[in-house]
Every structure is written in structure tokens, then in C-alpha cells.
Nanobody, 128 residues
């Protein structure tokens, strides 16, 4: 089975940067689409960023485009989320998610139901 463990969250002032990491178990990590979702208190979980498997094509929510960068190191079974110019509205629990290979990846990559495996989440708090 696939297990995901996030790390790197914390409390930072507005304008600061953080890098989140997600360590993934399994021998077929390189084939999986990966994503970061986030959930603020009282709100539904929402898509932030995604990256495909071997070809590493990325996609971002409009709210984070230009500020966040998703990347992966397939040799280390790790996906990252570099967050720059953080805003108070970025405050949320950030979750790493994994999806098996799919021909519908580019259409479904923002859909929470596309992902079969989830980490426990890491808290990011941005003060004003």
C-alpha cells in the first residue's frame, strides 16, 4: 500500500516562504500523479497544485499560481511544494495526495476524488 507523510509546515509572517515535503512509500512512485490540497478552518478541502508522473507536467490553482511551485524527485520518492510570498489566506492544513496512472489525468487532476492516497496533513499558518 502507498503511504504519504508531509512535513515542513509552520508559523510564518506574511511575505515569507516555506517548503513542504511529502515522502511516499512504494516502488511505483514515479508513475503516480501527485498533488497538494489545502483546507482552511470551516472550509472544504481545495486543490492547490499537481504534478504528473514521469513527464512532470504541473498545474496550479489560480490562487497560488506564480507563488507556489510543485516539484518531485522520483529517485527519492518525494514531492515538494515551495511556497513564496505567503498571505494570511494561505493559512490551512496542507495535504499531499497520490493518484495511480490514468488516461484522464489532465482533466481530473484538480478533483479530490481522483486521488486514492492521502497524507496526514501539515499546518501552515501565515500571520498578518
Amino acid at each position: 500500500q502507498v503511504q504519504l507523510v508531509e512535513s515542513g509546515g509552520g508559523l510564518v509572517p506574511a511575505g515569507a516562504s516555506l517548503r513542504l515535503s511529502c515522502a511516499v512509500s512504494g516502488r511505483t512512485f514515479r508513475l503516480y500523479g501527485m498533488a497538494w490540497f489545502r483546507q482552511a478552518p470551516g472550509k472544504e478541502r481545495e486543490f492547490a497544485a499537481a504534478i504528473s508522473g514521469i513527464d512532470r507536467i504541473t498545474h496550479y490553482a489560480d490562487s497560488v499560481k506564480g507563488r507556489f511551485t510543485i516539484s518531485r524527485d522520483n529517485a527519492k520518492n518525494t514531492v515538494y511544494l515551495e511556497m513564496n510570498s505567503l498571505k494570511p489566506e494561505d493559512t490551512a492544513v496542507y495535504y499531499c495526495a497520490a493518484a495511480p496512472p490514468s488516461s484522464r489525468w489532465y482533466w481530473r487532476r484538480t478533483d479530490i476524488h481522483h486521488y486514492d492516497y492521502w497524507g496526514q496533513g501539515t499546518q501552515v499558518t501565515v500571520s498578518s
